[in-house]
T-cell receptor, first 117, second 114 residues
């Protein structure tokens, strides 16, 4: 049981390049999330998904796209990277995000450290 | 709208107590607390639902006052291992379109010194 995994762990991009971050979970969770965390800051929700085939915008969605074609995978895409997207990206998953006891615990992946030059 | 945490930073000696507060301008349906060590991913501590619920985890406990739209995390007899950044998170209600939309505060950095 690997939990939540993220690939890659590190990446350096040049401005304008594109890339896809992959998040995978093996806990059969319905809900999945992408956050970014800037140095010394909290977690900002980029996009989230409440089930296979569905996605929704979070607080800071501009410049990112996501897809959830399979329940266990949640992909985050940067079409044209900008220096402002330099950050650590965390993926998380949970059984649900509906305020239910013991089902909303979010399990986080180890993070992807992205630098855009 | 993200919850507001206070204080931003706390420095303690081993054995001292600390309280971290989390408040929201919107109604809270559940509050969850996480701890993040430097360079690591956040780790779940506990979750509280509306109704004045209190939860405990070893010497770390929390309360939730839905009327005041706030939650507090209590760390008693702090240990060196408690050092890290603590985040509170809130979730949208199951009854609206924001179900599943989670937001986190900016965190409170706790440093416990010997």
């Amino acid at each position: 049981n690997a939990g939540v995994t993220q690939t890659p762990k590190f990446r350096v991009l040049k401005t304008g390049q594109s890339m896809t971050l992959l998040c995978a979970q093996d806990m059969n969770h319905e809900y999945m999330y992408w956050y970014r965390q800037d140095p010394g800051m909290g977690l900002r929700l980029i996009h989230y998904s409440v089930g296979e085939g569905t996605t929704a915008k979070g607080e800071v969605p501009d410049g990112y796209n996501v897809s959830r074609l399979k329940k266990q995978n949640f992909l985050l895409g940067l079409e044209s990277a900008a220096p402002s997207q330099t950050s650590v990206y965390f993926c998380a998953s949970s059984y649900s995000g509906t305020g239910g006891f013991s089902t909303d615990t979010q399990y986080f992946g180890p993070g992807t450290r992205l630098t855009v030059l | 709208q993200q919850p507001v945490q206070s204080p931003q930073a706390v420095i303690l000696r081993e054995g001292e107590d600390a309280v971290i507060n989390c408040s929201s301008s919107k109604a809270l349906y559940s509050v969850h607390w996480y701890r993040q060590k430097h360079g690591e991913a956040p780790v779940f501590l506990m979750i509280l639902l509306k109704g004045g619920e209190q939860k405990g985890h070893e010497k770390i406990s929390a309360s939730f006052n839905e009327k005041k739209q706030q939650s507090s995390l209590y760390l008693t007899a702090s240990q060196l291992s408690y050092s890290g950044t603590y985040f509170c998170g809130t979730l949208g209600s199951i009854n609206n379109t924001n179900a599943g939309k989670s937001t986190f505060g900016d965190g409170t950095t706790l440093t416990v010194k010997p």
